[in-house]
């Protein structure tokens, strides 16, 4: 079922009344749309191409209406589209129109920055992303900066994600995980001069203590960050769902 496309230029609406946010992982696909609280998902992994995400987005939201689009994705991205092909599901992202895929305007961005806007409280924050990988992103007075450390290398040959991924968690077990965790965040807050970090991702709930200046995240977050990429519709209808996380205006932290 295609969305109803926004009146306007048929590419920017003047006002997205209800947006889709989708949340494209390496383990699951999830959605939110303006004014329900309960995400749907679906298993994505290693399989996964641009098509059958569409095709699922597509039979998940069949009863939901929505406008506009924002896509959460698990890679590069350069001018609002996929700039590599992701590391943890199948080919095929580059070059794909999903426009023309979904028939409604749509906003691709990095999922990890997408979760940091959500999760964004002024200064300078540095978003890392504890799931399949590793996902990053810096938020320097409310403008998201995307980046690409997963894949940097940390030790012994390693990179970043392979210590602290989920590879990383399966392979030496919590507790060197956790160290592991907590010696990376402390090395990339401070070269990246960092305010505070958030940790966002599935396993961010695992660790026991949190790093200095540090503060966990929530999956809510991303949802939000999807939101707010229509800035008309966050301001005009706020999502259920999203109500009482803390974002600024409503008073207390993420």
Known sequence: MEARRAKGDGKRPRRATKVLVVDVGGTNVKILVTGKREPRKIP???????????????????????????LGYPGAVLGGRPAAEPKNLSDGWVGFDFEKAFGCPVKVINDAAMQALGGYDGGRMLFLGLGT????????????VPMELAHLLYRKGCTFEDCVGLRGLKRDGKKIWRRYVADVVAALRDALQADYVVLGGGNATKLKRLPERARLGDNKHAFLGGFRLWEDAWKDERPACVVGTGYPGEGGGS
Do not use: E, F, K, N
């Not at 998940?60 to 689009?69: G, K, M, N, P």
């Not at 990988?133 to 998201?144: E, N, R, Y």
């Open 133 to 144: 990988g590793l996902g990053s992103a810096l938020i320097t007075d409310g403008v998201p």
């Open 44 to 70: 994505s992994g290693p399989r996964m191409t641009a098509s059958g995400m569409v095709a699922a987005v597509h039979r998940l939201a069949a009863d939901w209406s929505y406008d506009v689009i924002s």
